[in-house]
């Protein structure tokens, strides 16, 4: 009876299991990429410092006892989102909604706290990460998805209902119940208009949005002072840190991670590749005397910034399959992944969210603190507004500057297709399509794909056939065009992309 809002189909992938089909090729680290990609890096000194000493690999390593208190406050922080959220909005929020605010933290260059996952708490306060989420649920979530008209007067009776317990208690603007008035108006017809029904529904949201700035400011307050004393209480580095025991098994199907009562789980082709990468970085510990404890707090740190539920998160951060990369190197001589993490990279130096551990395994920090110069890169952020806002952002100033300085530069571009008529299209989307360095872009449309899993590590799903389309935008300065050729050479090679897509799924 009415459209699928954007918020009812964003995010909904599904796994797609392959298990009997061939892994090929899975990570390329035969390229120079420093060469190919030049960039100022700011964990420059900290690679150097795990290449010459191992007492340095050691001080550098968070230990696993920090990382098991990290993973103890974030789960905390989690349950009290939920409960601050039932105080203040009688509503609870939706599972991926915090893991935005984790996302948009990391994705800072100022760091208020030096801890590396909660680096600034305040970003609260001037952004609208988890406002514009609560939002558009309040005071309940708003659909444009109706069976039938019997469906949409139960809705309409269930959201005055919502409306009443706010006004019952005097919270609520003298506007709502004229705005009520004309909400069931619109009712009135055998067969109501549901866009002037939805419409209707939002102006009665707007007349309670005193009450709803008002829980936010709590909200926002409470969780910023949770945040900062859970950070206060950071335990020092004891003697017998370095060496607390991790002991990894091989099992059938995957290996096991242990110390004392946690266990985590890692594919065997992952630990494999994570060992590669260890020994190529961190050259200073060839007996691998860290290695263990540097393989626990990486699987920690990315479960615990995931989430608790299984598969969530994943879908925040998932990774162009290695048959797409093959081609980019080929067609576009792409050197560098923006947004990756050391189970996911296809190359051995990447950008990724948590240097402090994922510099062991080749990360050159966050994608928005490296300092690009020349080169082709290929960005596919995690699926959050905020962040692909911030890319789309990033790769137009970078490549203006580069047109500047006379320098080539190129970017492929993986985002996810959020565009409804119910909704302004997203910034991210405006601004890669209105640019002038745009040379090619492309659509996948939903279910013709796969990607790989952002938690392939531990899960046997390695790839998802995604229930949103994929757009690629192939974006480029003057000097840039020598990756990718003539204009008719570029739109080609983005239809092989969407090709290569699709031939996962068959």
Not at 173 to 187: H, N, Q, R, W, Y
Not at 224 to 231: C, F, M, R
Not at 316 to 345: D, W
Not at 446 to 463: E, K, L, P, T, V
Request: net charge negative; glycine share 4%.
């Amino acid at each position: 009876m009415g459209r699928r809002g954007r918020n009812d189909g964003r995010r909904r992938d599904a796994p797609y299991r392959e298990r009997d089909r061939p892994i090929i090729n899975p990570w390329n680290f035969l390229l120079d990429c420093k060469t190919l990609c030049p960039a100022e890096s700011p964990v420059d000194s900290s690679a150097e410092a795990i290449q010459s000493s191992i007492d340095e690999v050691d001080r550098l390593m968070p230990t696993v006892s920090e990382e098991m208190w990290r993973a103890d406050i974030v789960l905390k922080l989690r349950d009290e989102y939920i409960k601050i959220c039932k105080d203040q909005l009688h509503t609870r929020p939706r599972k991926e909604s915090f893991n935005r605010w984790l996302f948009e933290m990391v994705a800072e260059t100022p760091k208020s706290s030096a801890d590396p996952v909660l680096r600034c708490p305040e970003v609260l306060v001037s952004s609208s990460v988890l406002e514009t989420d609560l939002y558009e649920a309040f005071p309940i979530p708003l659909t444009t998805l109706f069976d039938n008209v019997g469906h949409l007067r139960q809705f309409a009776a269930e959201y005055k209902k919502a409306v009443s317990d706010w006004t019952d208690h005097g919270k609520a603007s003298e506007d709502v119940p004229a705005a009520l008035a004309a909400m069931d108006k619109t009712l009135e017809p055998d067969r109501p208009d549901v866009t002037a029904f939805v419409e209707a529904c939002k102006t009665v949201r707007a007349t309670l949005r005193p009450v709803f700035d008002s829980a936010m400011r709590s909200i926002h307050s409470h969780l910023i002072q949770t945040t900062e004393a859970q950070l206060g209480t950071r335990p020092q580095r004891q003697e017998g840190d370095s060496t607390a025991a991790v002991t990894i098994t091989e099992g059938r199907d995957d290996c096991a991670v242990d110390h004392g009562n946690k266990r985590l789980h890692i594919g065997k082709l992952h630990l494999s590749k994570l060992k590669e990468l260890y020994t190529r970085h961190c050259t200073a510990d060839p007996d691998l005397v860290h290695f263990n404890r540097a393989v626990f707090v990486l699987l920690l740190r990315y479960n615990t910034f995931f989430g608790p539920s299984r598969f969530q998160g994943r879908a925040f951060h998932a990774a162009a399959p290695e048959a797409v990369f093959e081609h980019l190197v080929t067609a576009f001589g792409v050197g560098m992944e923006l947004f990756a993490s050391p189970t996911n990279c296809y190359f051995s130096h990447y950008c990724s969210a948590f240097p402090d551990i994922d510099v062991f395994f080749g990360s050159l920090g966050s994608a928005f603190d490296l300092g690009i110069t020349s080169g082709s890169y290929e960005a596919n952020p995690p699926f959050t507004l905020e962040v692909m806002d911030r890319t789309a952002d990033l790769v137009n100033a970078q490549l203006e500057r580069a047109e500047q300085a006379g320098v080539p530069l190129s970017f492929v571009v993986f985002v996810p297709v959020w565009k409804d008529p119910d909704f302004p299209i997203p910034h991210y989307h405006q601004a890669l399509e209105t640019s002038k360095f745009l040379r090619a872009q492309n659509v996948t449309p939903a279910g013709d794909y796969a990607f790989i899993s952002g938690g392939q590590f531990d899960s046997r799903s390695r790839y998802w056939r995604c229930t949103h389309a994929t757009a690629t935008y192939v974006l480029q300065n003057e000097q840039g065009k020598v990756f990718g050729g003539s204009d008719e050479d570029v739109q080609n090679k983005v239809k092989e992309i969407d090709q290569i897509l699709r031939n996962q799924v068959r």
